[in-house]
């Protein structure tokens, strides 16, 4: 399972797995309560949590990064209950957890939220297949950077061997040109009164 098989949906708590797509919304099931449901695109928007990130000093880091630092730190830093621990608790978590996150712009009520969805997708053991995929990713991205070093050096090489003057074209046109007649241009027709 992937991150954009989850959805965030305004107006509803929690967050809901897509089972079927339909032209005017989606049938989800809950996370929380297995209930599977329709919701209307008309009433509500969803969000997939693989489009969400979090506000950092340097730029946005990305959901499942930060869910799976929360996974390793698990041990180390234990997962505060939203209901007992106060907005300083909880932000003194998040710099564990992120950092360089941005204190402006990340709200105490967001990292609430996002505490939330890690403890519904950790009770349905997503978390762990979210690392895994996270892992993944990594390995194609170097695989494809090593890939584009490589090619991008064989296409040096062949553009420095290679080279077709352009300028020789420009001038085979201009002789084929010179030796034909210009054709007088029609005058246009007058018009009827």
Excluded: C
Excluded at 150 to 158: N, R
């Amino acid at each position: 399972m992937d991150l954009k098989e989850i959805m965030s949906v305004s107006g509803m708590p929690g967050l809901y797995k897509v089972m079927a797509n339909r032209t005017d919304g989606l049938i989800v099931e809950g996370l929380h309560d297995k209930a599977r449901k329709f919701v209307s695109s008309r009433q509500h928007m969803f969000t997939p949590l693989e489009n969400i990130t979090l506000y950092t000093t340097d730029d946005s880091i990305e959901l499942k990064v930060v869910l799976s630092n929360m996974k390793k730190n698990e041990g180390e830093h234990p997962v505060p209950d939203i209901k007992k621990t106060d907005d300083s608790t909880l932000r003194n978590y998040m710099k564990t957890i992120v950092p360089n996150y941005d204190e402006e712009k990340v709200y105490a009520s967001d990292i609430k939220k996002l505490i939330k969805w890690y403890e519904l997708l950790n009770a349905n053991q997503l978390v762990s297949v979210i690392e895994e995929g996270t892992e993944e990713s990594a390995n194609e991205d170097q695989k494809e950077s090593a890939a584009v070093e490589v090619t991008s050096d064989e296409k040096s090489a062949e553009d420095s061997v290679a080279e077709k003057p352009k300028k020789a074209t420009k001038a085979k046109k201009a002789e084929a040109t010179e030796g034909t007649e210009e054709k007088p241009k029609k005058k246009p027709a007058k018009k009827a009164e």
